[in-house]
């Protein structure tokens, strides 16, 4: 390091700005290691506290990306968009997406995460699918990217090295919540696939990581500032995670879903969230000039089964076994399949997703601790949304679960997160808010 990093880390704890230089010095520091522990939890706790510039957060955001690999696609002729979602409960969008965009003539190279807490994660949902992988080279990626139009993959090593530090600093010292470091992490990544375009879900309610929305309207205003700023374009939408998206919650459940949704019934939701992505995603592709048009494009090519033909393709070229399609049964079923049943007439007044999400982690379709193994098939699948009326002895929910004593102790906490009442209530708006 050039600059000496105490004082460097003095100025931010005493609400200084940092040039670009000085802030890539921190970052090589992170990634050789000559920054040390005690260092990178001090610099992290002052710009929790003290914030960071725009022009900050850009220059921390590209120091991060440049501390791995970038790839670049220089034989993909489409314009490479891709989405990223802050995380929630049922949120299965990137699976139908991806095909979905690709089907409209863009190029999707799509790095997604593991679960992380109570929200689900692509990459382990992606494992439920027998056969497919998303350990690729990066070699291996591009020709995917290329001949299917989309490429789904864990983060290598090579990608971002210094956000892997960073953030397990982070979620050590308390550090996570701040909007530039969550801005530099979420973003180097992104940038590091070469993308020239990217869409943010930006989730906000009980089970999203920005519980309040005027956190999550930051985040957003963030995420697309510092997108610009570092060269590619942006737009954001601001959904709701106050329920589950979707009805079905778990890996492989919830990989039947869209498999079902391919070509047949599609929760509502589900289908809208990702309509509304998609739109975006088409405008900053310039494949379509206004919203409306984006969006009967992604209808129709859903309903002539482009979108199943494009995810085939993709099944085949990474790996899954591409049967799936006609017969979920391939997928497995957990063992134990129970109904939560109504105890009373009324309706549903509540679907708490961040309940739901607990109760899928605690059957074993999530992560306690980052090195613990997932049971794909375990999960809840929801029979009623909030609003619905309901008899007596209706099943509100089936739960999934390897055990029958797990599966009871999760029907009781089910029943508990869908409570009957008489008010008929509605969910509000799904897209609160775009910003492009
Ligand atoms: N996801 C990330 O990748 N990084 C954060 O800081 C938060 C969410």
């Given at each position: 390091?050039?600059?000496?990093?105490?004082?460097l880390i003095?100025r931010?704890?005493?609400?200084?700005?940092?040039?670009?230089?000085?802030?890539r010095?921190l970052v090589?520091?992170?990634?050789?290691?000559?920054?040390?522990?005690?260092?990178?939890g001090?610099f992290?706790m002052?710009?929790c506290?003290n914030?960071?510039t725009?022009?900050e957060t850009?220059?921390?955001?590209?120091?991060?990306?440049?501390?791995?690999?970038v790839?670049?696609h220089?034989?993909?002729?489409r314009?490479?968009?891709?989405?990223h979602?802050t995380?929630g409960?049922?949120?299965?969008?990137?699976?139908l997406?991806?095909?979905?965009v690709?089907?409209?003539?863009?190029?999707?190279?799509?790095?997604?995460?593991?679960?992380?807490?109570h929200?689900?994660g692509?990459?382990d949902?992606?494992?439920?699918?027998?056969?497919y992988?998303?350990?690729?080279?990066?070699?291996?990626f591009?020709?995917?990217?290329?001949?299917c139009?989309?490429?789904?993959?864990?983060?290598?090593?090579?990608?971002?090295p210094?956000?892997r530090?960073?953030?397990?600093?982070?979620d050590i010292s308390?550090?996570?919540?701040?909007i530039?470091?969550?801005t530099s992490?979420?973003?180097?990544?992104?940038?590091?696939e070469?993308?020239?375009?990217?869409v943010?879900?930006?989730k906000?309610?009980?089970a999203?990581?920005?519980?309040q929305?005027?956190?999550?309207?930051s985040?957003?205003?963030?995420?697309?500032?510092v997108?610009?700023?570092?060269?590619?374009?942006?737009?954001?939408?601001?959904?709701?995670?106050?329920?589950?998206?979707?009805?079905?919650?778990?890996?492989?459940?919830?990989?039947i879903?869209?498999?079902?949704a391919l070509?047949?019934?599609c929760?509502?939701?589900?289908?809208e969230?990702t309509?509304?992505?998609?739109?975006?995603?088409l405008?900053?592709?310039?494949?379509?000039?206004?919203?409306?048009?984006a969006?009967?494009t992604l209808?129709?090519?859903?309903?002539?089964g482009?979108?199943?033909q494009?995810?085939?393709?993709?099944?085949?070229?990474?790996?899954?076994?591409?049967?799936?399609l006609?017969?979920?049964s391939?997928l497995?079923r957990?063992p134990h399949?129970?109904?939560?049943e109504?105890?009373?007439?009324?309706?549903?007044?509540d679907?708490?997703?961040?309940?739901l999400g607990?109760?899928?982690?605690?059957?074993?379709?999530?992560?306690?601790?980052?090195?613990?193994a997932?049971?794909p098939?375990?999960?809840?699948?929801?029979?009623?949304?909030?609003?619905?009326?309901?008899?007596?002895?209706d099943?509100?929910?089936?739960v999934h679960?390897?055990?029958?004593?797990?599966?009871?102790?999760a029907?009781?906490?089910?029943?508990?997160?869908m409570?009957?009442?008489?008010?008929k209530?509605?969910?509000?708006a799904?897209?609160k808010?775009?910003?492009?």
């Amino acid at each position: 390091m050039h600059n000496h990093p105490a004082r460097l880390i003095a100025r931010k704890r005493d609400a200084g700005e940092l040039g670009p230089a000085e802030i890539r010095d921190l970052v090589s520091g992170v990634v050789d290691g000559s920054l040390g522990d005690a260092q990178l939890g001090a610099f992290l706790m002052a710009v929790c506290c003290n914030g960071m510039t725009p022009a900050e957060t850009a220059a921390l955001t590209l120091a991060m990306r440049d501390s791995g690999r970038v790839l670049q696609h220089p034989h993909v002729t489409r314009p490479k968009i891709d989405k990223h979602s802050t995380g929630g409960v049922g949120d299965k969008v990137s699976l139908l997406l991806a095909p979905l965009v690709a089907a409209a003539g863009v190029a999707v190279p799509m790095v997604s995460g593991r679960g992380l807490g109570h929200t689900g994660g692509t990459i382990d949902k992606l494992a439920a699918l027998p056969g497919y992988r998303t350990d690729l080279s990066i070699e291996r990626f591009q020709q995917v990217l290329e001949q299917c139009g989309y490429a789904m993959a864990a983060p290598s090593a090579e990608i971002a090295p210094a956000d892997r530090r960073m953030y397990a600093t982070r979620d050590i010292s308390g550090t996570v919540e701040s909007i530039p470091l969550i801005t530099s992490s979420i973003l180097s990544k992104k940038l590091a696939e070469g993308i020239d375009g990217l869409v943010m879900d930006v989730k906000t309610g009980r089970a999203a990581f920005m519980v309040q929305e005027h956190d999550a309207i930051s985040l957003m205003e963030s995420l697309v500032a510092v997108g610009r700023a570092a060269g590619i374009k942006m737009a954001a939408l601001l959904t709701d995670m106050d329920h589950p998206l979707g009805q079905a919650l778990g890996n492989s459940l919830e990989v039947i879903e869209v498999v079902q949704a391919l070509d047949g019934p599609c929760p509502d939701d589900l289908r809208e969230v990702t309509l509304a992505l998609g739109a975006e995603m088409l405008l900053l592709a310039g494949v379509a000039g206004d919203l409306d048009s984006a969006r009967a494009t992604l209808v129709r090519l859903w309903q002539d089964g482009v979108v199943r033909q494009v995810f085939r393709h993709n099944l085949e070229l990474q790996g899954g076994d591409p049967r799936v399609l006609d017969d979920v049964s391939l997928l497995g079923r957990a063992p134990h399949v129970v109904a939560v049943e109504a105890r009373r007439p009324g309706f549903v007044v509540d679907v708490d997703p961040l309940a739901l999400g607990h109760v899928v982690v605690d059957l074993g379709g999530g992560r306690r601790q980052p090195s613990d193994a997932i049971d794909p098939q375990v999960g809840i699948v929801l029979k009623h949304g909030l609003g619905d009326a309901v008899q007596t002895g209706d099943a509100l929910a089936f739960v999934h679960a390897r055990t029958a004593a797990a599966a009871q102790a999760a029907a009781e906490r089910v029943a508990a997160a869908m409570p009957v009442g008489d008010e008929k209530r509605r969910r509000g708006a799904l897209v609160k808010r775009r910003l492009v």
